[in-house]
């Protein structure tokens, strides 16, 4: 493979059979078992960095740190997409930021009060409204992360998958089924042709517990 000059990005997903990742009311927890999410934590691991966009980092206030027994590891640096700034003091991933190092990708300057908590600040160019992804991304490269995961939500996810920088995949299925007024893992992603989707070959396939979890790279 030919050198990317961005961070080599892995995208995981936690979802239902039908590829949904909350009801319409937006309750989420727990769509798979507890052996999926210590996978997930293995897999935080063996990256440089953590992603979420802001949406996910309001609603579930989550740590975003490696939580294994016994683990005392390296802590990866921890990424949040936050064009406008929202991103509240109270929150753990800023009241930790001192301990765990922690970045705020944005197109505006942070609050005072959440710099001086620690929090980096990153901006780069607005795209849409939103953060640019590519300027992102270099700029993650040239602050030494080679290798991002990338754990949602469903707008970041599109995002990744439309701006065609995901090259792994780690998908956790439950044997269940949310239906249609269930939220998509997935947006638009403006395909009209069968020969324009995003392929991806899939590299490995196990149980965990009473959940599937699937490993694909994209297709050269």
């Avoid at 990742?21 to 063996?46: F, K, M, P, Q, Y």
């Avoid at 953590?50 to 949406?55: D, K």
């Avoid at 294994?68 to 800023?94: C, F, H, M, N, W």
């Avoid at 939220?183 to 989707?197: C, H, P, T």
Wanted: net charge negative; with cysteine; aromatic share 8%.
């Amino acid at each position: 493979m030919e050198a990317l000059n961005r961070p080599f990005v892995t995208l995981k997903l936690a979802t239902t059979l039908d590829g949904r990742i909350a009801t319409h009311t937006g309750d989420s927890r727990w769509i798979t078992g507890e052996e999926a999410r210590r996978c997930v934590h293995e897999l935080r691991a063996n990256h440089d960095a953590v992603l979420v966009g802001i949406e996910t980092a309001l609603k579930d206030d989550p740590e975003l740190t490696v939580r294994l027994a016994g683990y005392e590891g390296y802590q990866p640096t921890r990424v949040i997409l936050d064009s406008k700034g929202r991103l509240p003091l109270s929150s753990k991933l800023v009241q930790t930021a001192r301990v765990i190092p922690t970045w705020v990708i944005t197109t505006h300057d942070l609050a005072p009060e959440i710099l001086a908590a620690g929090v980096r600040q990153i901006k780069v160019a607005s795209h849409h409204q939103r953060a640019d992804l590519m300027a992102a991304l270099d700029a993650l490269w040239q602050n030494g992360i080679e290798r991002l995961f990338v754990e949602g939500g469903a707008v970041v996810a599109t995002a990744f998958v439309k701006a065609d920088c995901v090259d792994r995949l780690e998908w956790f299925r439950a044997p269940s089924i949310l239906g249609g007024d269930g939220r998509a893992v997935f947006g638009f992603l403006d395909i009209a042709a069968i020969a324009d989707v995003f392929r991806f070959t899939r590299v490995g396939l196990q149980a965990v517990g009473n959940d599937l979890w699937e490993s694909y790279e994209r297709e050269e």
